[in-house]
Each structure stands twice: as C-alpha cells, then as structure tokens.
C-alpha cells in the first residue's frame, strides 16, 4: 500500500483534500454547491477540447473552468443565479459531447476524468497540483477578510467598499483554478463531494471562521485517505467512498446541529414543541 | 424536389424511422420537461434538476447491471432521489443546494461503482458514455411507449397540482395560510421533476436534460408574466429546439471534419441556449429587467389571490 505509484496518490490526493477542505468551507458558508459542481464537471469539455488539438489536458481544464466561472458570473448578473449556473454547464457539457465526437478514442478518459484515477497518479503530476492548490489557497488567505464580510453580511460589505459582485467573480475563478488542478487526478465527483461534505460538517462543529476552515481541511483529508486505503484493499472506486463518506459526514454535522439546538433549548426553559411548531410555520 | 428543401432537409430525413422516433420521444420530452421546468425554476429548483439528471445516471448504469430497461432505472432512482432530497429537507431554500449536492455526491459515489462492475464484467467503456450522453437516434420504439407513461404521470401531477403548487410557489405562507399543504406538495413537484428528467435523460443524455428543464422555462419566464402562458411558450420553445437539433445533427453527417454527423446534444444545447439569450435580451434591457421581474412576480401573485378568492 505504500510502495512507489501509492506514495504518489498520497500525496497528490492529500493536497487536493485539503485544498478542496479549504475551499469548500466558502463554497458551503455562500451557499454555492451548484457553482461547485458545476465548474468541475463542466470543465471536461476542456479536457475533451485539450486533447483534440493536441494540449496539455491541464491548460483546457484551466481555460474552460475560468471561462465558465466568468460566464456564470456575466449571466449570473442579468438573472437567477441558478439559471446562470445550469445553463453555463449544459453548454460545456455539449461543446464536450462536440469535441468528444471528433476524436473517437476518448472514453475510458471521460470515465476518469468524471470518476477519478487517483491510483495512476504519475510523479511528474505532483509539481502542477502542488503549484495550482498553493495558488489557490493562498488566494484564499488574501480574499479571505473580504469573501467572509460578503458571504456573511454582503450589505456591510458593500458600505465599507467591498464590491459583492466583484469578490464573487474572483471566487468563482479561484474555485476554477482549485477544481482544474485537481481534475485530472481525482475526478469531477470527488472534488465536489470533498468540496461540501466536510466544510459542511465542520461548520456545524464550530462557529469560528479560521477553526472551521482548518477542521474543514483536516476532515478532508481523513476522508480521502480513508477512501484511499479502502479502495486499495477492495479494488472498488474511490469516488464511491468518498461520495458516501463525505454523505455520512454530512449526517454527522446535522446531528450535532440538532443535539446543540436541543441542548440549547434545554437550557433555555423553551419547550422545544413550541419552536419547531414556530419553525414549520415559518416555512 | 425544390432544391432549398433538399438542402434544408437532407434525403431521407422523412422516411428514416429512427429520425421519425427520435422526433417523436423527443418533442414529447422537451413538452414534458418544458412544462414542469417551468415549476422547476419558479421554485429555484434547477439545482435539484440537474442534480436528479446526474442521479439517474445510478439508475442507468444499474439497469444496464440487471439487465433491464435502462428507463426503468432512470425513473426507479430518479424518484427515490427526489424523496431522499425532500427527506433531509430541500423544501428550505437555506442549505437546500447543499442537501441536493450531498445527495447528488453520494447518487454518482453508486454510480461509479456500478459502472466499474459493469465495466469490469463485460469490459465496455461504452456503457459510461451511452449513459452520460444518451443517444436520441438509437432509441427502441417500446422505450419510447414506456417514456410516453412516464411523461404522461409528469404532467398529470403537475396538471391536478397546477393551481396550488403556483401558490405555494409563489408565496409559501399564503399557501400555508389557506391550508395547502405545502410539503406534499414540493415533494410531488419534484417527484414530476425526477419523471420528467428522467424521460429527458434517455433522449439527450443524462447531464444535458438539464438544458431542456431549464433553458426553455427561464426563457419563457423573460417573455411572459402569466403562468399558463409561460408553460405553453416554454413547451414551444423546447419542442422547437429539440426539433431542429435533429433537423441539424441529421444534416451535419456531411459536415467536416469527421463524416459521422456532430452530437444532437450539442445543436440542442447550443439551441436552447440561443433561446433564453434571445428572450433575455431581445425583451428588456439588463438595468429594466431586474425591475420588471419584481413587477411580474407582484402581478402573478395579485392574479393569485384574486382566483383563489
């Protein structure tokens, strides 16, 4: 489990995690899952493009992931953010089915690019990854006072100066670069999920901003090594742990939600019956 | 023949029954996922859309392991999703893409590794692409009769629920107030959603069904305010794309580079797209629509509240 091409995976897939931890924790505070799986699986048709003329994979992946943050944000602007967001990523999806049915030996490559090969990882792919995620994170620690004032209180924000509109392109483009990096290696699926199942669970676990982005990573982590170790001794797909871990870690964060609200109220003399009649009603 | 028709239309696009199939399953999906699109995204659900669309994926790569219909597994999975989606709570708009990403993760986590048992046991990467993609010419006539319930069910919930589902749509707690039950009723909106997706996903593919669920819908919606109407243009709309997506791929067999014909997906998508940016930018001007779009939304619901009273 730890010999040459493993090391490799370890290492690769533990930098994507914690990078994907990292940003995730945004992704999940601004309420973006759809941008973020989105851009990943969008982003193929790059990919697919790269390899019809003849580039290296990793440029298409980073052109058409930018380009389709800065789409989203450009329709985004003029409509529902939602429509925005499908729409961009049905249009790479059939620019993709277009290149894929000009070259006739892609499949097995859309397979992976969807679904990862993290137990192929070559030693030569360890330096872009590690360069793209420290891009990415160190993006993350310049925007960070900005993206939390504008995910937290945008109108706050838009009074000290900070433009919401602006910080949100720049995020997109930062979510393009972390996902372009980590494509190749671990797939579409596996990014996504690491990007929302941990970040999920460690903001239940704490209310602190920098504490929830560290555990966030540290989850991240655990869960891809996890699912590593798990699929070497079973020979199934990572992706399938990992989908279903970062499921379970979900689970795990509305329960503690749900055992400290009930607690709280507890605490506070209310009848709990009485709150959640308020709250259904509030739906 | 007239040498512009024959242009237009390439020999042999009336008489090959393949074209004739892929014709008529797929106007019946784009009027189906035109129709309850509309809800789709007047609900802001176009995330649970898509994310059903990928689900059913699952379905896909487990029918083709049974060895059943492949629709069979698109709406069996589809439908379970939906219900999954409602269980841990997507009727509240705050962590509601969340729970629908969770579950779409944990929905593609089974599919790859049905598809790597699939994949393993008769060594054919073909399966991923047939499933992800779809292929709206090799489409079986019998699957096109089964589609054609399915799609039916879509409708007829979305027709019986029409008036409160608008209501609960457009204001949750008039909807509560007058006694809906605006749970139930989310729950078989997306029930109709997962249907519609899943007839759509056999004939443009998996992913790319979210174009004709949203696409045609949000570009209706920019032309009209009224409900009934919107429905009917965005139908309209997606039949028109899907329609003259065929028209293209069938023509585009002798287009460069490669003589095999370009993907229907990609004319569909590029179609629908085309559309909503028409209909976006041909009725208001970007500052007056934001404006327009609040007005709309005061008159629909005044509309509303006049009917129900």
Request: hydrophobic fraction near 55%.
């Amino acid at each position: 489990m730890l010999s040459g091409f493993m090391v490799n995976a370890w290492v690769v897939a533990g930098i994507v995690a914690v990078v994907a931890g990292a940003v995730g924790f945004f992704v999940v505070l601004r309420g973006s899952a759809f941008v973020a799986d989105a851009l990943p699986t969008g982003a193929f048709a790059g990919a697919a493009g790269a390899s019809l003329i003849g580039v290296n994979t990793l440029v298409g992946l980073g052109v058409f992931s930018v380009l389709g943050a800065l789409g989203i944000g450009w329709l985004g602007r003029r409509s529902r953010h939602d429509v925005a967001t499908a729409l961009t990523l049905v249009m790479m999806l059939g620019l993709g089915a277009l290149f894929l049915s000009f070259s006739s030996q892609y499949a097995p490559e859309i397979y992976s690019l969807l679904f990862g090969e993290v137990l192929g990882i070559g030693t030569n792919e360890i330096v872009p990854v590690a360069i793209l995620g420290t891009v990415s994170v160190a993006a993350l620690v310049v925007l960070y006072r900005p993206l939390l004032l504008t995910s937290v209180m945008p109108a706050l924000g838009e009074s000290r100066g900070v433009r919401p509109a602006r910080i949100e392109t720049l995020f997109l483009v930062v979510l393009a670069l972390a996902t372009s990096m980590a494509l190749p290696v671990v797939g579409a699926l596996l990014i996504f999920s690491l990007m929302i199942g941990p970040p999920a669970a460690a903001r239940s676990f704490t209310d602190r901003p920098a504490l929830a982005i560290g555990l966030s990573a540290v989850i991240a982590l655990g869960t891809v090594w996890a699912a590593i170790a798990v699929s070497y001794q079973t020979n199934w797909p990572v992706g399938f742990f990992v989908g279903m871990l970062s499921a379970g870690w979900y689970a795990i964060g509305r329960i503690a939600v749900a055992w400290r609200r009930s607690r709280r109220w507890a605490a506070a003399g209310e009848p709990a019956e009485q709150s959640l009649r308020a709250a259904s009603v509030r739906v | 023949m007239n040498p512009i028709v024959r242009a237009v239309f390439e020999p042999g696009f009336f008489t090959s029954a393949p074209v004739r199939i892929a014709l008529l399953a797929g106007g019946m999906a784009a009027v189906v996922s035109g129709i309850v699109g509309t809800f789709a995204v007047l609900r802001g659900q176009s995330y649970a859309g898509h994310a059903l669309a990928d689900i059913s994926v699952t379905g896909g790569s487990a029918s083709y392991l049974a060895g059943i219909a492949p629709l069979w597994g698109f709406a069996g999975v589809g439908v379970a999703a939906a219900a999954a989606m409602d269980l841990i709570g997507v009727q509240r708009r705050q962590g509601r893409d969340l729970a629908t990403g969770i579950v779409r993760g944990a929905g593609l986590g089974l599919a790859a590794l049905f598809l790597y048992w699939g994949t393993t046991s008769t060594s054919t990467t073909g399966a991923t692409v047939t499933v992800l993609f779809g292929s709206i010419f090799t489409i079986s006539g019998s699957t096109a009769a089964v589609a054609a319930v399915f799609g039916a069910v879509a409708l007829g919930i979305v027709a019986v629920l029409y008036r409160p589902l608008l209501l609960s749509s457009a204001s949750p707690e008039l909807a509560f107030a007058r006694g809906i039950p605006v749970r139930a009723t989310g729950a078989l909106c997306l029930v109709a959603v997962a249907l519609a997706v899943s007839l759509s996903a056999l004939t443009i593919g998996a992913i790319l069904s979210t174009a004709l669920l949203v696409g045609p819908a949000a570009a209706a919606m920019r032309l009209t305010s009224k409900p009934g109407l919107a429905v009917l243009w965005s139908a309209v709309i997606g039949v028109a794309a899907t329609w003259l997506g065929v028209l293209l791929a069938y023509d585009s067999y002798y287009w460069p580079p490669a003589r095999q014909g370009w993907p229907v997906s990609f004319f569909v998508v590029a179609l629908v797209l085309a559309g909503y940016l028409l209909a976006q930018f041909a009725v208001t001007s970007p500052a007056g629509s934001r404006r327009d779009m609040a007005t709309r939304q005061d008159k629909a619901s005044a509309r509303l509240n006049g009917a129900g009273a």
